[in-house]
C-alpha cells in the first residue's frame, strides 16, 4: 500500500493555478484551511511564505503519494535535507474547519525574502483577484436582502443580479458570536449552500469590508467556485468567518434579513432548510 502524505499549498498549486495540474487528480482534503506564516509576492508570479507564529497564511490541502510528493519537491527545487534548495519542505499543522493535522509545507528560505512585498490577507487568490474592476460576489446571509443597501446608500452597486449561485461541499452555520446572537459563515462539508451571486465593480469593496468587518479581522475575503444554472464560475468572492466558534443562534432581526433575500430567490427545498433550521435548530422567532 501506497504510502499518503498530506502537502499545504498557497500559491499557483492551487485550484485553478498555473501548477494546479500536478494535482488535478489527487484527493483535496480542504480548500478553506490555515497555518501559521507570512506570505510574500516574490514577484516571478509565485508567493513565498515564511513561518511565523503570529500571522496565517490560507490555502488548500491535499492527500499525495510519495511518487507524486517528489514531483512536487522538483517543482518547489527541493532536494532534501542541507542541500541548497529554492524552497525547503517542512511539517507544519494545518487547521481546516473540520480537522487539524500536520503536513507538508514549502517554505522559502533566501535571506533576501525582506525585500519581497508581503500579502494582504496572507491569501494568493485574494492578492490576484481582488484587485479587478469587476468581480462575481456570492452571498449567503444578510446580503441577500437590500434592506440595509438601501439605508446605507449603495443599492445602485448592487443591482447586477447574475443569478442563484450553489457553492457546493459547504454548510451554512452561524459560528460568529455577536453580542445579541450568532452570525451566518459557509463551512466545509458534504452538503451545498445557495446564495445571491451579483456582478460588482471595486468601488463596492469598501463597503462590504466595512460590513463584514474585515479590517477588524472579523471575516477574510476568500475566493470559491459557484454554479448558476448548472455552469460553473470559478473564483467567486465571498465572505468567510476567521475565527470559527459554536454555532449560536442568530438574532431575530438578522434572521428575517436572510430569509426576506432567500425568498423566491433561492429553491424552495434551500428556502425550507433555511427556515427550519431557525425555527426548529434555533427556535428563532422571526417575520
Known sequence: MENRNHVFVYGTLRQHEANHRLLKEVRCVSRQCWTNGILYDTGYGYPAMVPSPRERVYGELYEVTDEQLKRLDELEGYQGVRKDNHYDRIMQVVYSDFATS????????????????????GDWKVYRYLEQDELLY????????????QDAGVKQQFERVIGCGVAENYSLAYTRKSHDGGRADLIESIEHVEGKVYQITSETLPYLFRRE?????IYRPAFLDVTINHKSY???????????????????????????????FVSDCYYQKLSNDLNVKF???HD
Open 234 to 264: 470559478r473564483n467567486v468572492l465571498t465572505f468567510l468567518v476567521v475565527d470559527k466558534e459554536e454555532e449560536v443562534a442568530p438574532p431575530s432581526h438578522y434572521a428575517a434579513e436572510i430569509l426576506r433575500g432567500a425568498k423566491g
Open 138 to 149: 456570492f452571498a449567503y446571509g444578510s446580503c441577500m436582502d437590500d434592506e440595509r443597501f
Open 213 to 217: 468587518g474585515v479590517t477588524a479581522n
Open 102 to 121: 500536520e503536513a507538508y509545507v514549502y517554505v522559502y528560505s533566501p535571506p533576501h525574502r525582506s525585500e519581497f512585498n508581503e500579502i494582504r490577507f
Open 283 to 285: 427556535k428563532t422567532k
